[in-house]
């Protein structure tokens, strides 16, 4: 029996929206860190986004982040990976003073984007930011001070977990070539 065989790593998820689908990183250089990840941890290949103008709603007042993202599967989490290129604030910036990479957030997926959202204020925290990305909900809740990070709630809209799917089988088939894919409308590009 190998160690990852072993039934430790079997072992069932929370059930319902309490399943975890993301671990989140605020870096200073998204390429860089995605090809860090990829050597050290043989996380990859990291799919990176365009950066993108993303209006928002942060700590009660609108605004906007520009932001760009890479993600890859690493068994059943998908690692982000969010390099802000601007000097805004932001619920990304929040953690700024902390390094250069920083653990920023638990990623959950929902269908009742509302209840959910409504859970965690019954529960005492707060929203941070709240944003709408092609028809898609997402949240920041701060549970910092509980448990030092943020938590996204993601709302589950058709195709969502299709693409996230597609990303996780590439990430499954990977070969180690091209670590890091620069996506572009043709494709990917390497750094």
Known sequence: MTSTSHLLFQQPWPEGEHRHFQIGFVV???VGA???WA???GVGPF???PPIEQACTYRGAATGVNVQVAVAQAGPVQVELMQQHCDR???YRELAETGHARFHQLGIVTSDYERTTARYLQLGYEVVCE???HGQHIAFVDTLGDFGFFTEITEDVPGFLDSLH???RTC???DGTDPVRILTRDGYRTP
Do not use: C, G, R, T
Request: net charge negative; charged share 10%; glycine share 0%.
């Open 34 to 36: 995605a090809a860090s």
């Open 28 to 30: 200073d250089d998204v």
């Open 47 to 49: 799919h990176v986004l």
């Open 39 to 41: 050597h050290v941890f």
């Open 166 to 168: 597609a990303i996780s």
């Open 89 to 91: 604030p932001s619920v």
């Open 131 to 133: 944003m709408v990305s």
């Open 172 to 174: 499954a088939e990977w």
